[in-house]
């Protein structure tokens, strides 16, 4: 049996080769990465990523595969032109970082729709994720996060990923990633309840165009829209439901990774990594 890929989301702190140590040592065996501050638009130059290095390690330890995640000021819905470029552009350089690495795509939040509602917005999304697509390396790949749904943010309704994979055809470049935390929010179970995750991803035809997992616990309760992490097995996702969810056969090659806080509020830790290799059936 394919031993299954369960990460995390590390520091990248003298290097995203340093960070593949990390998850090794906490017993990881696949990586998130941002390309620079989450929080900042300048991104880290290109020729100070060294590729080399990475790939070395990767096979050293055996972490793979390696996502990035987008800074979280994207919004590819804002009606502000001078956000949208900023967001384009630093979509642009994390899908140069993506291919850069030899990595398996950047896990990107649209953004909100700023009480506009999806409609309204949906065409420029699909003419923003186009032109990124267009303008970066053919080996570099665009996956949408789903959304909790707080303040107008886009994709807790999967239909809407639906539409936008089916209305931007990007081929394999263009995929998703399930939060566990964001869907719990969003009202989808992860139990094999009627209508839940599960049920949803086979109706809409999901599965395919799936590339990553994040499997984080959620502080808040169900269908509130609240997107809070919480470490594996402390927030209010039910365990039994989690396991269901991470065990189903059309899931089990899907790469998972965490982010979730960390048992000493550090960051994922060895203790989630742990718990994620029981859940899983990894220590049974």
């Not at 394919?2 to 593949?20: C, D, F, N, P, Y």
């Not at 995640?69 to 470029?85: F, G, T």
């Not at 923003?128 to 949408?144: E, G, K, R, W, Y």
Request: hydrophobic share 35%; aromatic share 6%; net charge negative.
């Amino acid at each position: 049996m394919q031993t299954r890929r369960i990460g995390a989301h590390l520091s990248t702190a003298g290097g995203v080769e340093k960070a593949i140590e990390r998850a090794h040592a906490i017993g990881a065996n696949a990586l998130q990465v941002f390309s620079g501050s989450p929080r900042m638009w300048q991104r880290t130059p290109l020729d100070r990523v060294d590729a080399k290095k990475i790939s070395s390690n990767q096979e050293k330890y055996d972490v793979k595969p390696i996502f990035t995640h987008a800074l979280y000021l994207v919004n590819l819905a804002s009606d502000n032109p001078e956000l949208v470029d900023k967001s384009l552009k630093a979509l642009k350089h994390d899908l140069e970082f993506d291919a850069h690495i030899n990595g398996a795509g950047v896990v990107v939040h649209l953004g909100s729709h700023q009480g506009r509602g999806f409609e309204a917005v949906k065409f420029d999304l699909v003419k923003h994720i186009a032109t990124v697509l267009d303008q970066t390396p053919v080996n570099s790949h665009f996956l949408i996060e789903n959304s909790a749904g707080q303040n107008g943010k886009i994709a807790s309704d999967l239909t809407e990923i639906r539409w936008l994979l089916d209305q931007v055809k990007g081929g394999e470049r263009l995929g998703w990633c399930f939060d566990t935390c964001h869907g719990f929010a969003a009202g989808l179970s992860l139990n094999s309840q009627k209508n839940g995750a599960l049920d949803q991803l086979e109706n809409l035809d999901l599965f395919d165009s799936l590339r990553c997992l994040h499997v984080n616990d959620s502080r808040d309760e169900f269908d509130t829209g609240r997107d809070r992490h919480a470490n594996i097995g402390e927030g209010n996702i039910p365990t039994t439901d989690l396991q269901l969810f991470l065990n189903d056969q059309r899931l089990i090659n899907i790469p998972m990774i965490t982010e979730a806080p960390g048992f000493d509020g550090n960051g994922p830790d060895e203790e989630n990594i742990s718990r994620l290799k029981k859940i899983t059936s990894e220590n049974k």
